[in-house]
């Protein structure tokens, strides 16, 4: 089992940054896949970024390539996110989720196995 903590969240202006953090609870963290997803109320969970175990290889949603950056400590168990230029529409309660180890992952939110309880990211306009 797999225990996964978000932190890093709050209310910033439009234009600002935010640096989220993921911190695992797993063994062997470096064989795990990392991916954020975010949900917003009355929408559907979407993909934000995953980096992938193997390699360090990163994928983006279009709506924040070039504004978000997704990245990993390993050696402290963690997986980060940092946001800059935030837009009113990024406003979603953004959660940290893993696969199983070893596997590479998509973009799919069906095949994250693990689930951080999530951090609320507020922009104002």
């Known amino acids: 089992q797999v225990q996964l903590v978000e932190s890093g969240g709050g209310s910033v202006q439009a234009g600002g940054s935010l640096r989220l953090s993921c911190t695992a609870s797993?063994?062997?963290?470096?064989?795990?896949?990392m991916g954020w997803f975010r949900q917003a109320p009355g929408k559907e969970r979407e993909f934000v970024a995953s980096i992938r175990w193997t390699d360090g290889g990163t994928d983006y949603a279009v709506s924040v390539k070039g504004r978000f950056t997704i990245s990993r400590d390993n050696a402290k168990n963690t997986v980060f996110l940092q946001m800059y230029d935030l837009k009113p529409e990024d406003t979603a309660v953004y959660y940290c989720?893993?696969?199983?180890?070893?596997?590479?992952?998509?973009?799919?939110?069906?095949?994250?196995?693990?689930w951080g309880q999530g951090t609320q990211v507020t922009v104002s306009s």
């Open positions: 797993a063994r062997a963290f470096s064989t795990y896949s």
């Open positions: 989720a893993a696969g199983q180890p070893y596997t590479l992952l998509t973009t799919h939110a069906g095949d994250f196995t693990y």
